[in-house]
């Protein structure tokens, strides 16, 4: 079974105000992650919220997910991912956990399911979106990785395991995933 994580606890201090209440054709951004995870078949979905947790809730009532709040949220990226990790491995039967983040307004669930179809093609245990020559989110990661995964601290994201462990990763063509919203410019550009 795969577990899914949300990485939504930044301050989004780039922007000025919570990136996740941010609207995209009718929905927030939180709201369009959530409906790519919900979509795509992952169990349990995690939701990590940190800074500006009292503004976001209200805007994901009705999903079916577990809500952690990190409370290390401004240490950065890394506690979050300590967080949801945390979480899934309370689960025995989690044996994957993707993660995704809130501000990648393409990630839907037609690509989440193409990572764990690509897991069950390929048996590799990372598997990780590719686009604008790097590797990223959305990822998936084998259970195999969760202890690593826990170790990482500060601003850091998992990007490192995917070339320390490149002959056990994979690649799946994201063309918009390098669409993520940090600043007003970049949220002007997405909905211009």
Same mark, same amino acid.
């Given at each position: 079974?795969?577990?899914?994580?949300?990485?939504?606890?930044? +301050?989004?201090?780039?922007?000025?105000?919570? #990136?996740?209440?941010?609207?995209?054709?009718? #929905?927030?951004?939180? +709201?369009?992650?959530?409906?790519?995870?919900?979509?795509?078949?992952? +169990?349990? $979905?995690?939701?990590?919220? @940190?800074?500006?947790?009292?503004?976001?809730?209200?805007?994901?009532?009705?999903?079916? $997910?577990?809500?952690?709040?990190?409370?290390?949220?401004?240490? @950065?990226?890394?506690?979050?991912?300590?967080?949801? $990790?945390? +979480?899934?491995?309370?689960?025995?039967?989690?044996?994957?956990?993707?993660?995704?983040?809130?501000?990648?307004?393409?990630?839907?669930?037609?690509?989440?399911?193409?990572?764990?179809?690509?897991?069950? !093609?390929? @048996? #590799?245990?990372? $598997?990780?979106?590719?686009?604008?020559?790097?590797?990223?989110?959305?990822?998936?990661?084998?259970?195999?990785?969760?202890?690593?995964?826990?170790?990482?601290?500060?601003?850091?994201?998992?990007?490192?395991?995917?070339?320390?462990?490149?002959?056990?990763?994979?690649?799946?063509?994201?063309?918009?995933?390098?669409?993520?919203?940090?600043?007003? !410019?970049?949220? !002007?550009?997405?909905?211009?």
């Amino acid at each position: 079974m795969t577990g899914l994580v949300i990485l939504a606890a930044g +301050q989004s201090s780039r922007l000025g105000q919570p #990136k996740q209440n941010l609207l995209y054709k009718g #929905k927030t951004l939180l +709201q369009h992650a959530l409906v790519a995870a919900t979509g795509s078949g992952c +169990q349990p $979905i995690v939701l990590v919220l @940190g800074a500006h947790t009292a503004a976001i809730e209200p805007g994901i009532e009705g999903h079916a $997910i577990q809500v952690i709040h990190n409370a290390d949220w401004p240490e @950065g990226m890394a506690s979050s991912i300590r967080a949801g $990790i945390i +979480q899934l491995q309370q689960n025995p039967e989690v044996d994957s956990a993707l993660m995704m983040l809130c501000d990648q307004p393409f990630a839907n669930a037609q690509l989440l399911t193409s990572l764990l179809n690509k897991r069950q !093609e390929t @048996g #590799k245990g990372i $598997i990780a979106c590719t686009y604008n020559g790097t590797a990223g989110v959305p990822v998936l990661f084998d259970r195999q990785y969760f202890t690593e995964l826990l170790s990482l601290k500060g601003h850091e994201g998992a990007k490192k395991l995917l070339a320390r462990y490149a002959d056990d990763t994979t690649l799946v063509d994201f063309a918009h995933g390098g669409v993520d919203i940090d600043t007003m !410019e970049d949220y !002007e550009g997405l909905v211009g």
